[in-house]
């Protein structure tokens, strides 16, 4: 069973940059997508984006073009850099491990492992 663990979430500015990271503990991303989710404050939890196990990737409507997901195969870690943070973008982040089908990757139901969340703050 391999366990996601986020780290990099902080503190920043409007229009600053932030690189999330997703390391995989106890196992390997190998052949697995990765996801990335944020819930914010009384919200539900969305999909931001995903790099499948092909690598190919996909992104929501609010953050293409601000934000890039990657995979690092050899150090087991998939990484979201995150630029043009905006207040909206406030949330706490969720790596999230599964093989959904393409049409399914947004759907948070369709991943089997979750890490603990990272929080980003964004202010005005």
């Known amino acids: 069973q391999v366990q996601p663990v986020e780290s990099g979430g902080g503190l920043v500015q409007t229009g600053s940059s932030l690189r999330l990271s997703c390391a995989a503990s106890?196992?390997?991303?190998?052949?697995?997508?990765i996801a990335w989710f944020r819930q914010g404050p009384g919200a539900d939890r969305e999909f931001v984006a995903t790099?499948?196990?092909?690598?190919?990737?996909y992104y929501a409507d609010s953050v293409k073009g601000r934000f890039t997901i990657s995979r690092a195969n050899d150090k087991n870690t998939v990484y979201l850099q995150m630029d043009t943070l905006e207040p909206q973008d406030t949330a706490v982040y969720y790596c999230?491990?599964?093989?959904?089908?393409?049409?399914?990757?947004?759907?948070?139901?369709?991943?089997?492992?979750w890490g603990q969340g990272t929080q980003v703050t964004v202010s005005s």
């Open positions: 999230a491990v599964g093989r959904p089908i393409l049409s399914a990757i947004q759907d948070p139901n369709m991943y089997y492992y």
């Open positions: 790099v499948r196990a092909t690598s190919q990737t």
């Open positions: 106890g196992g390997s991303f190998s052949g697995y997508g």
